[in-house]
C-alpha cells in the first residue's frame, strides 16, 4: 500500500502521540509534579514572606521550584524514548515504521506536543499560587515580563525534556539514563558553578536559566534571554543529531 | 546464609551496580578534591570560613552510590523481561526458592548494609587521601567518631530506598525524589527555612551526625537515632506490605 508523504507523517505522529498518551507512568509523572510544584510554591512563598516585604518579586518566588520542576520533565523525557526498550516493544515499532531518523523525529514532536501545554500549565501554576498569596506585600510585576518568563519557563522544560529523551535514546537504559540525568542536573552543575565562572553560562541548564528569569543589575556578563535559548537549543539538537546517528547505526 | 551469598551474587551480577559502586566511590572524593581547590585559595587569602566540612561534604553528597545501591537491589526483581523470553519477573523465581518472604526480605537487606558499609569505607579513604593530597597541613581532622556518623549515614540512606522501593517497586520515583533530596538543592533544606520540623526529615537529621552546619538542632548522636527511626518504620511499613501482597502485581 502506497501513502503519500504528508498522510504517513500524520500517521506517524498519531501513533507516536497514542503510545505516549497511553503510558501510564507519564500521567503520573505529570500529576506528581503538579502537585510537588504547588508544594513547592508554597514553601518558597512562605519562606519569602517570611522574609523582608516588599522587596522580592513574585516572579522569582513563583519561578524559584523550576530546579525542582525540571525533574519531572526529566523523567518524562526518559522514559518516551526508554520505554520502548523494555521488552522489546521497539521491534515492533521498527517494524511498522522502519524509516528509523524520521521516526525518532516524530517522537519527539510528539513528546513536544504534550511537553509544551503541561510545562506552561505546571510552571503558570506555580506563579499563579505565589501571586495570589504575596499580592499585597511583594513588588508588582508588568503583565508583559511575566508572559515572557512563563514563555521562557515553558520553552526551557520543553528543551530538557527533549534533551533528555535524546539522552535516553543514546543509553536506551532507564536507570543509567536518570543517573546520569539527575546527576549532571542537581549535583555536578550547582557544583561546578563556583569552579568554572568563565564557560558555566555555556551549559544547558544555566543557559537555559536565562531564557526564564527577569535579568537582575547585580550579575555581570549575563545572558538575554534569546541568548540563553539559542544556547539551550544548540546543546538539545547536538544530543539530537547524535541520537538519530546512533539510532540508525545500531542493531535494534 | 545461603539466601545472603545469593543476594549478594544477584547484585553483583547486575550492570547497574557498577555504576552505583564507582560513583560511591570515587564521587565523594572527586566533590572534596573540587572543594578543597576552592577552599585553598581561601585559605591563603585567609577568609576561609567552613574549612571543617571540606571532606565530609563530600561524603554528604557522595551518598548517591548507595541510592542507586539500594534502589536496584529492589526494582531489578520486579523488571519485566522481555516478551521474547517469557515476559516474566524476577521475584517470583527468588520466592519460589526462597519462600519465607521475611527472610527473603532480611537476605537482601543483610546484602545491601554490607555493600553501603565497606563502600563507606572506600569513600572516606579515597576522601581523606584527597583531602590531605590538596589541603596538606590544612587538611581537617577526621575523627572516628564523626566517620562512623558517616558510615551511618551511608547504611541508613541505603536501606531507606531499599524500603522506599519496596513500596513502589518501581525505581524511577525513588531514585529521582532521593537523588534530588541529598544534592545541593535539597528539599529538606528548603522546607527547613519554613518550619522547624523540617529538621526531623531523614536526611537532614541523619547529616547532622558528621556535618557541621550552622543551624543545627540536633546533637550527632539524636540525629542518628531520628534518621535509625525513619528507617524502622520505613522498614517495618515494607515488612507489612510486602508480606500482603500478590508476588508479581
Known sequence: MSVSSSRKITQILGAELDKLVTLPLIWRTLMGTFILNLGLAAAFTSAGLQGAAGTQSILNIGLASMGYLQAGFIILGIFATCSEYTGGQIRTTLTTIPWRGFQLSTKHLAL?????????????SGVLYTFIMMRDTAVVIEIDTMIESLAGATGYLTLTTLLSAAIGALLRRTTPALVVLLGYYFIVSPLSRDFLHSIKNYFPDTAGYYMYMPPSSDEINVLTPMQGTGISMLWTLIFFTAAIVFYRKRDA | MRAFNAELSKLFSLPGIWLALLIGAFAPAVIAALDSIAQKEEIIAGVSTRLTEVGYIGLALGVQGVIILGVLAVSSEYLTESSESGGGQQITTSLTVVSSRFLFLLAKAGAVTVISILLCIVAIMTTVSATHLILGEYAPAFEWSKLIGAVCYWTFTALLAFGITILTKNGIIPLAVLIINS????FSVLLSKVTKLAFYLPDRAG?????????????????????????????????IVFHRRDVAS
Open chain 1, 112 to 124: 513536544a506536543i504534550i511537553t509544551i501545554p503541561a510545562a506552561f500549565i505546571i510552571a503558570a
Open chain 2, 183 to 186: 544534592s545541593v538543592v535539597s
Open chain 2, 207 to 239: 547529616a547532622e551526625m558528621f556535618m557541621f552546619t550552622s543551624d543545627r538542632l540536633h546533637t550527632p548522636f539524636t540525629g542518628g537515632v531520628v534518621m535509625f527511626a525513619w528507617v524502622a518504620v520505613i522498614f517495618i511499613v515494607a515488612a
